[in-house]
């Protein structure tokens, strides 16, 4: 169970720091500026990166074997996807709470 919890952490901590991580942005800007565009939207779309990041963890978890490799993949684009929602989510709702106080 330690395991699945990990590697869902793992796979949205690192999905997170390609998309939006500050270590990342001189990467992000090489590729938006020398490469095409559908390459800038692997790394800077939740659900693209993700599943390229659970791909990554799910080799190095369970070794050449392609079936689990596939479900890593999809399961991080899932848990990335959401989390980045919810994220969004707490933000706007921030922001709301920002302006209500103000007036």
Known sequence: MSDLVLFCLAAIGATHIVVDGKIFKPFRDFVEKYLPEKIYELVSCYQCSGTYVGFVLGYLTYGPD?????????ASSVLSNLM???????????????EEDKK
């Open 84 to 98: 980045a929602l919810y994220m969004n989510y707490l933000e706007a709702k921030t922001i709301i709470n920002l």
């Open 66 to 74: 392609l079936s689990k490799i596939f479900l890593a993949g999809c």
